[in-house]
């Protein structure tokens, strides 16, 4: 499956190699032994992502993890449309 990146405790994420296994996905990399966390379709454009569901409709992007977003608690300058 496409779609999926894995990464260990330092935070650098890496594409898996994912499968389904029963009922459940199982996502690897192999230069990674203890894997910390899995993403899916968190890209920019995840028009590669092949991941369904029983209706035949695309899963969305989802994260197993709690790590801070690289734009957590970045205010954005305030705009105004007059």
């Known amino acids: 499956?496409?779609?999926f990146t894995i990464a260990g405790a330092a935070?650098?994420?890496r594409p898996a190699q994912a499968s389904f296994v029963d009922d459940r996905v199982i996502a690897s990399?192999?230069?990674l032994r203890h894997p910390q966390a899995v993403r899916f379709g968190w890209i920019d454009n995840p028009q590669e992502s092949n991941l369904f569901n029983s209706a035949a409709l695309p899963a969305?992007?989802?994260r197993i993890d709690g790590w801070p977003l690289l734009t957590q608690g970045v205010l954005l300058p305030r705009v105004d449309f007059d």
């Open 1 to 3: 499956m496409l779609g």
């Open 11 to 13: 935070q650098i994420f």
């Open 29 to 31: 990399h192999p230069q």
């Open 60 to 62: 969305a992007p989802f």
